[in-house]
């Protein structure tokens, strides 16, 4: 039995991660599902949120936009629409983007057709808070 799996994580922009790890959590569409070696084949959408993995004892965290993972036995692919590590995240940035999508949805009602858009504003700016170490 393999003892890691190959994570490649890529954006439109860049390839942002490619290594072996130990296990990843992503979040699908339906919720969050795990990775372990020798997993069996599937695809799934992703939502936004958490993408984190595992390497020996560091856990590593990941702000993802949404996407699509491809998993293997040996591999999972993550095309994300977008995404950050941890390190990445401009903490006070995020947070006002957040400030910004919640007066948005104050101001909408939910036939609106732009409160999905201004919902999905908001749920990135948490991740990307969460990601980052903030509340």
Known sequence: MASTIRLELVTPERLLLSEEVDEVVAPGYEGEF????????????????????????????????GGFAEVTRDRIVVMADTAERADEIDLE???RARDRAEARLKEMSLDDDTYAKAHAALQRAMV????????
Do not use: C, D
Not at 36 to 45: D, V
Not at 54 to 62: H, L, M, P, W
Not at 128 to 135: H, S, T, V
């Open 34 to 65: 795990g990775v372990l070696p020798e997993h069996t084949r599937f695809l799934s959408i992703l939502n936004i949120g958490m993408l984190w993995y595992r390497k020996e004892s560091a856990v590593k965290r990941i702000a993802l936009g």
């Open 128 to 135: 990307r808070m969460a990601a980052g170490g903030g509340e």
């Open 93 to 95: 940035r995020a947070q």
